[in-house]
């Protein structure tokens, strides 16, 4: 399954608990070219895609308690790329951890392991490609943090989710317990 994004604010596709993919097509300007390219949740937890200093960043933030840092080993040449990140979930049950890799243009540029994953929610924060316009996933920028070259597109692939019936039921249980606090 396949998602493909323009610009959504506040609903992304679903990437807890499960395998996935992302890919952006952008355009780095020949100088100073740094950004936001993907961001979802916010302080409190979720996971940024985006350039800085001249090097592509992954950010996951697990409850601001685990925060997993990867920075390219190589810096994004100027003109037209595609990046990457996929996660290879471990699987066997809720907010489990797994293998994030980040990509250049098909070349694996940075790896790290992630422990633990957030299961539910990543809070009431914001979507965006382009900016980050909630409170910041990673404190290493100031939100929005606009990306200032070009961004093409934006796929979201989702793996299989592969729960148990335990598990979904805890999840559900989870989510009911999350919307009825806000009501």
Do not use: C
């Amino acid at each position: 399954m396949q998602a493909r994004l323009v610009w959504l604010k506040t609903a992304s596709p679903n990437t807890k608990n499960r395998s996935h993919r992302i890919t952006a097509v952008i355009e780095m300007p020949e100088k100073g070219g740094e950004g936001v390219i993907v961001a979802a949740g916010g302080q409190s937890a979720g996971y940024a895609l985006y350039v800085q200093d001249g090097k592509l960043v992954y950010h996951y933030n697990w409850f601001d308690r685990e925060r997993t840092n990867i920075v390219s080993s190589e810096s994004l040449p100027a003109g037209k790329s595609t990046v990457t990140v996929e996660f290879a979930y471990d699987g066997g049950g809720l907010g489990k951890g797994g293998e994030a890799t980040i990509g250049i243009n098909g070349k694996a540029v940075g790896r790290a392991r992630i422990a633990n994953t957030v299961a539910g929610r990543f809070g009431i924060d914001t979507f965006g490609v382009g900016s980050d316009t909630g409170s910041p996933v990673s404190n290493t920028y100031t939100p929005p943090f606009p990306f200032t070259g070009r961004i093409e597109r934006v796929d979201i692939e989702l793996g299989p989710k592969n729960l148990s019936k335990e598990d979904e039921a805890k999840l559900h249980e989870m989510q009911t317990m999350f919307v009825g606090a806000q009501e």
